[in-house]
């Protein structure tokens, strides 16, 4: 099975920070704007979860959300994913089934922190699925742009460069 089999099977379409993805859950109850914190603008679903699948050279290039995201590994290739902090400080984490190797099934980016991926095996694919709760909302999402996060961040210049489009 290779990575057209997955997007067909599972109906996945373009994702604005690259590979492929599909929501899969939404639920169905809301919390209201005023129990939420202040960085949240609106009702938010308590939960939602997408597939989310990377191909060979393809990236998850950087970007922030209001809320954590976990993220679980389903198959193919392990992932890389690179976090940035608010304070700056930089970690790597790898997700994918080999624990032996310092890999992890899941991996949680907390909210508001800059985080990319990418595969370790450029020749293959990976199928994930992301959890974020206060649920997704496209207003919770933010694509980093090269020229602010470098600006934020000229400690992580040559990655931000590599793990952005614009």
């Given at each position: 099975m290779n990575a057209g089999f997955w997007i067909n099977k599972l109906g996945l379409k373009s994702h604005p920070e690259g590979g492929f993805y599909r929501e899969v859950y939404r639920s169905?109850?809301?919390?209201?704007?005023?129990?939420?914190?202040?960085?949240?603008?609106?009702?938010?679903?308590?939960?939602?979860?997408?597939?989310?699948?990377?191909?060979?050279?393809?990236?998850?290039?950087?970007h922030k959300l209001k809320s954590d995201e976990i993220w679980h590994f389903y198959t193919?290739?392990?992932?890389?994913?690179?976090?940035?902090?608010?304070?700056?400080?930089?970690?790597?984490?790898?997700?994918?089934?080999?624990?032996?190797?310092?890999?992890?099934?899941?991996?949680v980016i907390p909210h508001n922190n800059w985080f990319a991926a990418e595969l370790l095996d450029k020749s293959s694919f990976s199928l994930i699925g992301c959890t974020v709760s206060p649920g997704f909302d496209f207003n919770d999402?933010?694509?980093?742009?090269?020229?602010?996060?470098?600006?934020?961040?000229?400690?992580?210049?040559?990655?931000i460069e590599r793990l952005t489009n614009n």
């Open positions: 169905e109850e809301v919390m209201e704007n005023g129990k939420l914190p202040k960085r949240y603008s609106g009702e938010r679903n308590f939960s939602t979860s997408i597939y989310f699948l990377l191909n060979k050279e393809q990236i998850s290039t950087f193919g290739s392990p992932l890389k994913i690179h976090i940035i902090t608010q304070d700056g400080i930089y970690k790597v984490m790898k997700l994918g089934i080999d624990l032996s190797n310092g890999e992890n099934l899941q991996i999402f933010i694509l980093g742009k090269r020229k602010y996060l470098t600006q934020l961040f000229p400690q992580h210049k040559d990655l």
